[in-house]
């Protein structure tokens, strides 16, 4: 997933054919290391995204609608002072880096025209956005980093800015063939390191690439390559610098077998035979990390949560072994009852001071002959209720832990909910759907300072191939209030048997649920269950109306009856050709 400085000409090319000279404003924060603005100019609106995230770093076009932090943090207040109604006037990448440079011009505070730059640099998990006056000066930037974590480079208001260390590494544009020569022999390496090492804006992935169209191995090291070799490999770097410096790009996405998502570049790659080109590189970057990202940002913000979580079913699961260890020790609680019952049967044959005592088993259709030992110390009423007294604490015993084995269960199988609703693509009112639960049912301490209303969440929302609504539950209130609220008794629900998953519904309408709906909604309610990556998955499915929901149960928790079973193997390209409705 290489967002080298190739990919960042293509958005540098895409960004000034699209939005200089536009006008800038509307500034949001929606994480923290990342902000989407608007761009206004001669009615085409666009917004932009900038992304310093550690794992996907990144500047693209954007469709998608996040929600907004209650309080927008600093560095979203600073751009709005500074840049809210500037203009667009240059988008530079300096010397081929992954750096992206917006200058824009607006008001300072004295009222005067100025020209401020944001930056964006790419560089991994020291990405970040920075906000620069016409000084040179660093106003903000979205990550502070100190002295102590850099005392080549430290980013901090106040202090100037400088470019990234460049490594001694030089800008591909306008290279000669002797230098590129005396840069490949320098060292004595493969050629595709030599390749990285040596110029701005090159990924591993493209030297890759500029060998394979050389045909040149790529682990040949560069002393060992002849003079012919060195010529077609320089003509085949220059040719694809040349390409982007033509802004020849031909936005792509690249697929494994199996049709996902491995890869993208702004042009073809001969190491990939899967493909679909692009209009747009903002669509390629979007749609590729579209869900990555979304993944990413849950997994960041429910550590908390899954920690939780997984600690109660860490309890849950080792009072499971327990209670199956005490149940083995009861379980043959009934001999004691028999030998007590046969020592009172055969009371008078039997003196004190005797350790054990055999007789005919009458109880037993076979009449085998039984061993009972004694406690030589005790009369024999005494040893009858001795084992007596054993046999109805075992039966006590077992009797609470039967309902103590019953609710540990529903235990399990609501934080195994829990467990799949977490590690599903969430937005902030998702999570907070599931924080609030996890503090009603007493798994969470309740937050005193809370303010704020959380805005309701939305289940997922398919149309079938068929036209019928399909909606899943994506935490465990959206399903109660599938289940319970929303659905008709003649809506189908639908889940997986057994297993824990998301409640599903197919709207009906009144009309007969075809085959082909019935299958994509049975997809659907395998695929967000814990049986995800198993083959034949159990769907139980059934008219709403035998669904019902017990008094006291926990939240997503049903029982159901007249249900029907099919069998799915989750496919996910089946889910991708769903239309999805946002």
Not at 83 to 106: A, D, M, V
Not at 554 to 562: C, L, Q
């Amino acid at each position: 997933m290489p967002f080298d400085g190739l990919v960042l000409s293509n958005i540098v090319s895409e960004l000034k054919n699209s939005i200089l000279g536009g006008r800038v404003d509307k500034f949001y924060q929606t994480e923290k290391d990342e902000i989407i603005f608007s761009i206004r100019k001669t009615n085409n609106n666009k917004k932009l995204l900038l992304s310093a995230s550690s794992s996907y770093p990144r500047a693209c076009f954007t469709t998608v609608i996040k929600d907004n932090p209650q309080n927008p943090p600093m560095f979203c207040m600073l751009l709005r002072k500074h840049l809210n109604g500037g203009k667009i006037i240059n988008i530079i990448q300096p010397s081929f880096e992954r750096i992206l440079e917006i200058h824009i011009e607006s008001l300072n505070e004295m009222g005067d025209m100025s020209t401020k730059r944001l930056i964006l640099e790419i560089m991994g998990r020291h990405s970040n956005i920075i906000l620069v006056n016409e000084n040179n000066t660093i106003l903000d930037s979205i990550k502070h980093i100190s002295l102590d974590k850099s005392s080549v480079r430290p980013v901090l208001p106040g202090q100037q800015y400088v470019l990234p260390p460049s490594n001694n590494k030089i800008s591909p544009i306008n290279l000669d063939k002797d230098c590129f020569k005396n840069r490949l022999l320098q060292k004595n390496i493969s050629v595709q390191k030599s390749l990285y090492q040596n110029y701005n804006g090159l990924s591993p992935l493209i030297a890759s690439e500029i060998c394979i169209q050389s045909n040149i191995n790529f682990d040949l090291i560069t002393t060992e390559l002849s003079e012919n070799q060195i010529d077609i490999l320089y003509d085949k770097f220059r040719n694809i610098i040349n390409n982007i410096c033509d802004e020849q790009f031909n936005p792509i996405i690249f697929y494994d077998e199996n049709n996902n998502p491995i890869d993208f570049y702004c042009f073809k790659l001969n190491c990939y035979k899967n493909y679909t080109y692009y209009d747009s590189i903002s669509e390629v970057i979007e749609n590729f990390y579209k869900l990555s990202d979304i993944l990413y940002r849950t997994k960041q913000k429910t550590v908390d949560l899954r920690k939780i979580v997984n600690v109660h079913m860490e309890r849950c699961l080792k009072k499971k072994e327990l209670q199956n260890e005490i149940l083995q020790e009861v379980e043959n609680r009934d001999n004691w009852k028999l030998f007590g019952d046969l020592i009172t049967s055969n009371i008078y044959s039997i003196k004190k001071g005797m350790q054990k005592f055999t007789t005919v088993n009458f109880y037993s259709e076979n009449l085998e002959e039984i061993e009972i030992p004694l406690d030589p110390n005790l009369t024999p009423s005494e040893n009858a209720q001795k084992y007596f007294k054993k046999y109805n604490k075992q039966k006590r015993t077992f009797i609470a832990l039967q309902e103590q084995i019953k609710n540990n269960d529903l235990e399990i199988i609501y934080l195994d909910n829990l467990i799949i609703n977490l590690s599903g693509a969430l937005n902030e009112s998702d999570i907070e759907e599931i924080r609030d639960e996890l503090i009603e049912q007493g798994y969470i301490k309740k937050q005193k300072n809370k303010k704020f209303k959380i805005k309701k969440s939305k289940p997922l929302h398919y149309i079938s191939s068929d036209n019928f609504d399909i909606y899943v539950g994506k935490n465990n209130r959206q399903n109660d209030d599938l289940t319970t609220n929303f659905a008709s008794n003649n809506d189908i629900w639908l889940h997986t048997k057994n297993i824990a998953g998301s409640h599903v519904i197919i709207k009906t309408n009144g009309q007969i649920v075809p085959d082909t709906t019935l299958s994509e909604a049975a997809h659907l309610a395998a695929y967000y269950s814990k049986g995800q990556n198993s083959s034949l998955v159990p769907v139980d499915y059934t008219p709403k109306k035998f669904v019902k929901k017990p008094n006291g149960a926990k939240p997503g928790m049903v029982i159901y009856e007249s249900n029907k079973t099919i069998f799915i193997t989750p496919d996910i390209n089946i889910i991708k050709c769903l239309k999805e409705i946002s």
